[in-house]
């Protein structure tokens, strides 16, 4: 099902003229039941007066539908731009999945702190290193929560130099990769408790003005439900 969410872009710009450079860094997973996950000690890379940290949260719980409530990444307290969740159901899980950053110029490491509104599952967050740019904010987000087939779609704006994000959890009934376009994948793997349940995502920086640029995820199998959330920065 094709969802259209083009926030066009006019998330707030500040000053900056350094380019806008983006580097993912690694996956940090829980499979413990929680409504509070802190994950501890992160690894953020090396510290700049600009570096944002951009986290991709994604999760999943049995016939229950969950939001966010906080976040925070190593003391600072995050901007939530894009979230979305199947809603739940009795028979399959209900998978979320959402993106949020921190501007955190100082240090290298630090906690990552999500606290939804219930207890989950489980959880695994991915992490970003975002330098320079002007954006203070999201230039513009999609959501897709229907799957169609095995296809989750939509479509965003990009602006100039822009970096793209997405990311996509799925309850896969057969089949354990992810295609994407838009994007160039970084991580695709089913969580380490939970064979199940397929997490997917990545970015692509250096991106020229385009005005709805199609991101999907396509499973190789069966796929019950799933999330996806995208969102572009200047």
Do not use: K
């Not at 904010?137 to 095995?150: E, K, P, R």
């Not at 064979?195 to 199998?221: F, P, W």
């Amino acid at each position: 099902m094709l969802m259209i969410n083009n926030l066009s872009g006019f998330g707030a710009s500040g000053s900056s003229a350094i380019p806008l450079t983006s580097t993912f860094l690694q996956a940090t997973s829980d499979s413990t039941d929680q409504t509070t996950y802190t994950f501890s000690s992160v690894n953020i890379g090396a510290a700049d007066a600009t570096r944002r940290v951009v986290v991709a949260f994604h999760w999943s719980v049995q016939n229950a539908a969950r939001t966010a409530v906080s976040l925070s990444i190593a003391g600072v307290a995050s901007d939530l731009h894009v979230q979305t969740t199947t809603g739940p159901t009795s028979a399959q899980q209900d998978c979320g999945v959402l993106l949020f950053s921190s501007l955190v110029p100082t240090g290298t490491s630090g906690n990552i702190v999500v606290t939804m509104s219930g207890a989950m599952g489980r959880a695994t967050i991915y992490t970003y290193r975002q330098i320079g740019g002007t954006g203070t904010s999201a230039f513009a987000t999609m959501t897709d929560n229907v799957i169609s087939g095995t296809t989750l779609t939509g479509t965003l704006n990009i602006p100039t130099d822009g970096t793209l994000y997405a990311a996509a959890t799925s309850q896969i009934l057969s089949g354990n990769t992810t295609t994407w376009t838009g994007i160039t994948e970084e991580y695709d793997a089913p969580h380490a408790e939970a064979a199940g349940i397929l997490q997917s995502g990545g970015h692509t920086s250096s991106l020229t003005v385009e005005t709805g640029r199609t991101v999907s995820s396509v499973t190789n199998g069966t796929s019950a439900r799933g999330s996806l959330v995208a969102m572009s920065w200047a």
